[in-house]
Structures are given as structure tokens and as C-alpha cells.
T-cell receptor, first 116, second 115 residues
Framework: AQKVTQAQTEISVVEKEDVTLDCVYE???????LFWYKQPPSGELVFLIR??????QNEISGRYSWNFQKSTSSFNFTITASQVVDSAVYFC?????????????FGRGTSLIVHP | GAGVSQTPSNKVTEKGKYVELRCDPI?????LYWYRQSLGQGPEFLIY????????DSGLPNDRFFAVRPEGSVSTLKIQRTERGDSAVYLC?????????????FGPGTRLTVL
């Protein structure tokens, strides 16, 4: 069975601090995809990044960076110099393709609050 | 706009009633997913379609829930004999194909409240 754990329920930081959101996943499949989504107060999930299981390269996009480590089954997300607009709930998700089925599993989310 | 749209945005109904929730995916997207999101939780998979057929409906909680996508575009999630526990935000997402590298784009959701 697939599982995604986001152990941090809520994180509170002050603007300009760096913050890392943790994501640990479990799967027996060798081919899988990992995603991060942002859900601002407006409610609509916004795609941030996807990674496949064969690409462990870390990625940086502006103030966002992702650290994928298969050895620890983790796909952590770091926001550098956080801003108030980063306040949202962030979800990590796992998509596997076993038996011809493509069922995504989401974590419970981490609520990030950035104070001015 | 060209995004995923869902109607209604809010639906209040009484226990025991029947409801239909509609999802209009991005044009050309063959895959369509339905999720349910309860307060403080992540989206929970319900069903997905590849074209017109339900490719996997293993997430539907029971036989009161049913979804269709007759022409491979718009989909309707149908809930019979609603119960208070069905109250949640129902999300729809579409992607170009089912391949994992295709991003799922989410709609704004329908907030269902069963009184």
C-alpha cells in the first residue's frame, strides 16, 4: 500500500525565515511520481513540482527547492526567505502505476503560516 | 478561463436527498479524477476516468456514490441518500493523460454540506 506522511501539521515562521516542509513516502513500486501542491486560503490546489523515481536531482525554482532522497524515501520542500504570500497548506502526493492503476495518495498537509 | 471548473461551488442539502456535482475538465484532457477532502485532511481519491470509462472506482466509499463521464469530457459525481458524513469538499482534477508525468490540474471544488 502507498502512504505519504507529512509529520508537521503546522509551521509558523516570521517573514524572511527559511522553512522546510517534510514528506516521507512508502511504496513497493519501483516506478512512481512525487508531487507538491499548494492550497492557499482560496482553496484551489496549485501544482508546484513533480519528480519521477528515477530522477534524484534536486531542483530549485526561485525561492523554492526540493530535495529528493530515495535512500530515506523523502521528498522535502524548502522555501527560502519566506513571504506572507507563502502562507497556505502544502500537500505532498505520491502516484504509482502498479497493475495498470494510477491512484494518487496525498499526505495530510502542512499548514504554513508566515507572519509579517 | 481554461481551467477546471466545478459547479455548484456550494451545495447544502438535507440528509437523505440526492445530489449531483459537476466537473468540466480542461479541454483535451483525457484523464479525470474525483477526490473528497475533509477538514484538515489531504484529498482522498474516489474515482478516475480515462476517456469515458471509469478506470478505477476503488475509492468510492459505498454504492451510494456513482460517477459518469458519458462523452469523455464533463463528469458528474452522484450521491444518493446523502448522509451527514458525506459533508466535505469534492475536488475534481484533470490531466492530459494518465501518465504520472502529466500534471493534475484541480478545480476550485464543491463544498457539500448535508444537514
Amino acid at each position: 500500500a502507498q502512504k505519504v506522511t507529512q509529520a508537521q501539521t503546522e509551521i509558523s515562521v516570521v517573514e524572511k525565515e527559511d522553512v522546510t516542509l517534510d514528506c516521507v513516502y512508502e511504496t513497493r513500486d519501483t516506478t512512481y511520481y512525487l508531487f507538491w501542491y499548494k492550497q492557499p486560503p482560496s482553496g484551489e490546489l496549485v501544482f508546484l513540482i513533480r519528480r519521477n523515481s528515477f530522477d534524484e536531482q534536486n531542483e530549485i525554482s526561485g525561492r523554492y527547492s526540493w530535495n529528493f532522497q530515495k535512500s530515506t524515501s523523502s521528498f522535502n520542500f524548502t522555501i527560502t526567505a519566506s513571504q506572507v504570500v507563502d502562507s497556505a497548506v502544502y500537500f505532498c502526493a505520491l502516484l504509482t502505476q502498479s497493475g495498470g492503476s494510477y491512484i494518487p495518495t496525498f499526505g495530510r498537509g502542512t499548514s504554513l503560516i508566515v507572519h509579517p | 478561463g481554461a481551467g477546471v471548473s466545478q459547479t455548484p461551488s456550494n451545495k447544502v442539502t438535507e440528509k437523505g436527498k440526492y445530489v449531483e456535482l459537476r466537473c468540466d475538465p480542461i479541454s483535451g484532457h483525457t484523464a479525470l479524477y474525483w477526490y473528497r477532502q475533509s477538514l484538515g485532511q489531504g484529498p482522498e481519491f474516489l474515482i478516475y476516468f480515462q476517456g469515458t470509462g471509469a478506470a478505477d472506482d476503488s475509492g468510492l466509499p459505498n454504492d451510494r456514490f456513482f460517477a459518469v463521464r458519458p462523452e469523455g469530457s464533463v463528469s458528474t459525481l452522484k450521491i444518493q441518500r446523502t448522509e451527514r458524513g458525506d459533508s466535505a469538499v469534492y475536488l475534481c482534477a484533470s490531466s492530459l493523460t494518465l501518465a504520472g508525468m502529466d500534471t493534475q490540474y484541480f478545480g476550485p471544488g464543491t463544498r457539500l454540506t448535508v444537514l
